[in-house]
Nanobody
């Protein structure tokens, strides 16, 4: 069983920055990519970004490209999401998840293990 634990959420103001972490428990983390998703109140969970462990491949949703950066530390089995120039519409619970195949995916069905989520609130 793979466990993912997110941390780093909080309350910030519009224009501020915040960094999220996703610690992955199992060694299989090095095989399957990790993705970040978010879910705002009353909305469906949506893709944010994804990264491969063993290649410099990343994938971003258009809504965050240029503001968010996904990165990883293989030695720590940890994936980060650096969020800059935050907007009120970025407010959501952020989840990390492990993909169920080696390729980068943006659909919920492309991921099989999920963390519990961390709240990010951006005030205007």
């Amino acid at each position: 069983q793979v466990q993912l634990v997110e941390s780093g959420g909080g309350l910030v103001q519009s224009g501020d920055s915040l960094s999220l972490s996703c610690r992955v428990s199992a060694r299989t983390a090095s095989i399957f990519p990790i993705g970040w998703f978010r879910q705002a109140p009353g909305k469906e969970r949506e893709f944010v970004a994804a990264i491969k462990w063993l290649a410099s491949s990343t994938y971003y949703d258009d809504s965050v490209r240029g503001r968010f950066t996904i990165s990883r530390d293989n030695a720590k089995n940890t994936v980060y999401l650096q969020m800059n120039s935050l907007k009120p519409e970025d407010t959501a619970v952020y989840y990390c998840a492990q993909a169920n195949s080696p390729g980068l995916a943006r659909t919920l069905s492309g991921y099989r293990y999920w963390g519990q989520g961390t709240q990010v609130t951006v005030s205007s």
